[in-house]
Nanobody, 120 residues
Framework: QVHLVESGGDLVRAGGSLRLSCVAS????????MRWYRQAPGKQRELVAT???????NYADSVKGRFTISRDNAKNTMFLQMNSLKPEDTAVYYC??????????????WGQGTQVTVSS
């Protein structure tokens, strides 16, 4: 059973940095893409960053140049380095990963979220 757990959320001042981690437990998995999403109060969950199994990355325009996504496949871990944080980055951050069990079967897994609060 795949279990994703995020950590690293905290209260920081604008301009500060945080590093989020997402660890997958329950075995060694060959995830396809892994992603960070976030959801601010009263808003829809939005995709922040994606990293493929090959290491290609993609970012939301709002975080380009400030956030960096990475992964360590050997440790089943994904990271999000967040620099130059802004109050509008305040949200619960969720990790997401997809795993193919066959050519026609792919499961998507979510973590429980970690709170990031950026004060002005």
């Amino acid at each position: 059973q795949v279990h994703l757990v995020e950590s690293g959320g905290d209260l920081v001042r604008a301009g500060g940095s945080l590093r989020l981690s997402c660890v997958a437990s329950g075995g060694i998995f060959r995830f396809n893409a892994m992603r960070w999403y976030r959801q601010a109060p009263g808003k829809q969950r939005e995709l922040v960053a994606t990293i493929t199994s090959g290491g290609s990355t993609n970012y939301a325009d709002s975080v380009k140049g400030r956030f960096t996504i990475s992964r360590d496949n050997a440790k089943n871990t994904m990271f999000l380095q967040m620099n130059s944080l802004k109050p509008e980055d305040t949200a619960v951050y969720y990790c997401n990963a997809d795993l193919s069990y066959s050519s026609t079967s792919t499961m998507y897994y979510w973590g429980q979220g970690t709170q990031v609060t950026v004060s002005s």
